[in-house]
Nanobody, 127 residues
Framework: QVQLAESGGDSVQAGGSLTLSCSVS?????????MAWFRQAPGKEREGVAT????????GYADSVKGRFAISRDNAKNVLYLQMNSLKPEDTAMYYC???????????????????WGKGTQVTVSA
């Protein structure tokens, strides 16, 4: 059983910073090698924001957040983070944590690539 729970969403002004957390609950012998943050703004499709491949500690970012957001993982605490700096009004969205155990050859920024999802945390950025 795998459960993901996001936290840290808030309302901030443009230029501000937030850190989102995704707490992972799973069985002792399970390791979620592929994790990511997605977001969905009202009326828009869910989009991949940042990805993390645990085995090689590799990260990836959408062009819209590159240089402003940073994804990281604390394996000891089973927590995935998303540090968001220089926030813009267009970053306003519900942010979701996603994960899968093994590679499937799918694009890591594709929603369909992930099996496990959290319920989301709201980030609102005002101008």
């Amino acid at each position: 059983q795998v459960q993901l729970a996001e936290s840290g969403g808030d309302s901030v002004q443009a230029g501000g910073s937030l850190t989102l957390s995704c707490s992972v609950s799973l069985s002792e012998y399970t390791y979620l090698n592929y994790m990511a943050w997605f977001r969905q703004a009202p009326g828009k499709e869910r989009e991949g924001v940042a990805t993390h491949v645990g085995a090689v500690s590799s990260t990836g970012y959408a062009d819209s957040v590159k240089g402003r957001f940073a994804i990281s993982r604390d394996n000891a605490k089973n927590v995935l983070y998303l540090q968001m700096n220089s926030l813009k009004p267009e970053d306003t969205a519900m942010y979701y944590c996603a994960a899968r155990l093994h590679s499937s050859g799918c694009s890591l920024f594709s929603e369909g690539c992930y099996v496990y999802w959290g319920k989301g945390t709201q980030v609102t950025v005002s101008a």
